[in-house]
Every structure is written in C-alpha cells, then in structure tokens.
C-alpha cells in the first residue's frame, strides 16, 4: 500500500498534477476535430399588412391558407378608415416594418411622389390586363406607373324604395335630378317619407365623393384638359345652388345631411323614412339584413340620375381602392405573390360574400352562378361606365380639406355657392402653382 506525501512536498506534488492534466486536456482539445454546428432553420418571413377595419374579414380568410401553402404568418394591423392614411404616412417615413398596404385610389400620386411604393407594373399578368377593365388600373396610376393592384371596385349607386314609389304611383325611378326632386315632393306631400332623402354631406371625404358626381351630372368637371381649375364655372354654381336648395328651407332633401356620413345617411333609409338613398356598394347588405333593415326586399338599384338640362345618362364617382407594397419591405416578390393570390378569381368571390366588395374581373358581372347568388349585379354593373374620378393630386388630401370646408360653408350658408367656389378655385390654382400639379 502506497502512501502520499505529507507537508509543502504534497502541496508541491499536488500543484504538479492538476497543472499536468490541464496541459493534457488542452492537447487533447486541439487535436479533436471541430464539431459541425447543427444547422439552424430560418424563421419563416412574417408579412405585414396595414389596411382599414372594413377590410380585415377577406384578409382574416385567406391567412391561415397562406400559412399552410408557404408556411408565412400574415401580421395584420387595422385601423379605422380615417386613421389608415396617416399611419401609412408614418410607417413609411419612420421605416416601420410593413410590407403590403392599403391603398385608396385617392392615394397613388401622393404616395409615388413620397417615394412610399413600389411600382407593381412587372407583377400585373397579362390575364389581370385583359380580364379587368382599365379604369380600375387608371386610378391606381400616377407618372405613368401602377403603385398598387386594384381590388375593390367601388362607385355609388341610387337605392330607392319600391314600394313607396308604387304607392306614390310611379312605375320607375328618377332619370334626372328634376325628376327625384318632383317625386320627392309628392311623396313627401302624400305622407309616404318625411323626406326624399337624406345625404352623406358631412365634412368628411364622403361631401367630395358627392359632389364629384354632382359636378359631372351637370355638365361639369374638376379640371380641364390643360389642368385649369374650372369647377367654378356656370355648371359647377348650377350644380352647387341645387344641393344648396335641396336642404333649405323649402327643400326636399333631410336639413341634416350636413351632419351624417357614407354610413348614418342609411339610418332613415332603412327604417323607411326616406325614398332614396345614394350609397355604396356595402350598403345592399344592410339593406338586406334584418337586423338593420325595414326595407328588406323592398329596394332596387339605379344608374344615379344627371340633371336634365345636361342631357347626361347618368354621373358617378369612383370609389375603392387596391393593395401596394412599400419600400420598406424587404421581400416585395413575396408580397407580390399574395397580392396576386389577391387577385384571384376565389377570393374575389370571398371578398364578396364578406364584404360586399364588387369584383375587379368584368366576366365575373355576367357570370350565371354569381348572378344567380347575386342578382342586384345586374343592376349594378352598368353605373360604372359613368363613374368619375376625383382629382388626381400628389396633394389630394391637403386639397380635399379645403374642398371640404368650402363647400361645406355654401351648405350652411356661411358663403353664397358663387363664393364658396370662387374661393375654392383661387385657393386650388396657387396651391397648384407651389407643387407643379
């Protein structure tokens, strides 16, 4: 049996053995072959989009598919429509993030010239060009470039309620304004509405969206070939005396239109109170629901009436929008590949059924199944060939807050039409001079 040292020669013999085996553990790591790090799978891109409430049913729908078919999650931020704009507008310039956005058709120049999109030109496939009318692709095109992919097509139309028509004795909607106006009056004087109607003329981008399709359904127009403000000419005065009149004092129209919305002008519609309505193509679903209507089946669409001394079929305005990629994003060919999933024939169908949205592919509107399961297209579909555009501005926002305050200030009876328009028009023309458009 051995024995250990004792004293400062074990301490001595001791130090020796731990330093050796140090020294043996070191040649033993270096000579061993460096292990292969195990490889790490990269997480699956994320896709952000931003977009307006109303739009988040359709986007809700297709996301789980996406996941399954690319194994990519859709973030989705949504946002009232009036909070969509700036937020766009700050996750853009603070680098947020963001991929896809919604864009409305009012927003393409503004945006393009802000350097906030990518032009989306090279995605559009050659059936999307030939299967989806031009005008949808127009409004989305700013410097000769597609800044987003049209998706919800959208114009106003005239709802009325047939069965008061019938009791008032007329077998036919309005043609022209002059004929709305005199139906409205005898029903008003039979007991048959409170009033004609009601507009969505608070200050708001819903006043511009009217009275676009008013100055075109009397004649008249925003610019001229040139670019010239000329909304205040003769036409346009014509045009804005009449929705003056309309409201005042011996009108036929509800005096507080000047305070309701796209959305609370269908209160006194749907419980009957009014004859007409103008409106978008979301409201047919509430005036078939039950729970929102008393006039469910009551109720057919017509082309919106133009005056009559214009000699105009009718007069619309373009609504709706698309969807565009930012350049923060880092992936916009993945983006592209949604948005063109989008596109397709299935979810426009989806969108459809969840949110009322018109369809963007022109076959889809004679198409007897989708007929069959939504026979008011037939109605429908002709009012867009007399939709108009807003002005197309870099600065459309800056100027339809103007618009908004001026018209608005006719309406109340702060300014005469005359005035109003003329301030307008002067106002229009200097800002236009400052920003070249």
């Given at each position: ?86 937020k766009i507008v700050s996750s853009a310039r603070g ?14 120049a503004e945006f393009a010239k802000a350097g906030f ?154 419980v009957g109170d009014t004859a007409f309505v103008l ?159």
């Open positions: 049996m051995s024995h250990l040292p004792i004293g400062s020669d074990h301490r001595a013999w001791l130090h020796t053995l731990v330093l050796s085996a140090l020294l043996l553990s070191l040649v033993t790591a270096a000579c061993a072959p460096t292990p292969t790090p195990e490889p790490t799978q990269p997480k699956p891109k994320t896709l952000t989009l931003l977009l307006p409430v109303d739009w988040r049913p359709v986007v809700d729908w297709i996301a789980p598919q996406w996941k399954e078919e690319t194994g990519i999650d859709l973030e989705i931020i949504s946002l009232a429509y009036d909070e969509v704009h700036d680098g947020a993030d963001v991929d896809i956005v919604y864009v409305d058709t009012i927003w393409p999109l990518i032009p989306v030109d090279k995605y559009v496939t050659e059936e999307m060009r030939k299967g989806i009318a031009k005008p949808l692709f127009d409004q989305l095109v700013w410097d000769g470039k597609l800044w987003a992919f049209p998706f919800n097509n959208q114009s106003k139309w005239l709802f009325y309620n047939k069965e008061i028509l019938e009791k008032a004795g007329y077998d036919h909607p309005p043609r022209t304004w002059e004929e709305m106006e005199e139906m409205s009056r005898t029903m008003m004087e039979k007991g048959l509405v409170k009033y004609g109607t009601a507009w969505g003329w608070a200050q708001a981008e819903g006043l511009i969206c009217d009275v676009t399709l008013f100055l075109y359904g009397f004649g008249g127009r925003w610019r001229d070939e040139k670019g010239n403000w000329v909304f205040n000419d003769e036409a346009g005065q014509k045009m804005l005396q009449w929705m003056v009149n309309s409201i005042g004092p011996d009108g036929w129209a509800d005096p507080a239109s000047t305070s309701l919305n796209d959305r609370t002008v269908l209160n006194p519609f749907l409106n978008w193509a979301f409201a047919w679903g509430l005036i078939q629901d039950p729970k929102e209507s008393k006039v469910v089946d009551k109720v057919g669409i017509a082309l919106i009436p133009a005056s009559e001394e214009s000699g105009l079929v009718s007069s619309s305005v373009t609504g709706g929008g698309g969807w565009g990629i930012l350049t923060n994003s880092d992936t916009p060919e993945l983006a592209a590949k949604l948005l063109q999933r989008f596109m397709s024939r299935e979810v426009q169908v989806q969108a459809l059924d969840l949110q009322q949205n018109m369809p963007v592919w022109t076959e889809m509107y004679s198409d007897p199944e989708i007929l069959k399961a939504y026979p008011h297209f037939k109605a429908m579909g002709p009012q867009f060939q007399y939709a108009h555009f807003r002005p197309v501005l870099p600065w459309y926002s800056e100027w339809s807050l103007q618009a908004q305050v001026e018209i608005q200030a006719a309406l109340t009876g702060a300014k005469t039409p005359q005035q109003a328009l003329d301030d307008l028009a002067e106002w229009s023309t200097q800002k236009s001079k400052e920003y070249g458009y």
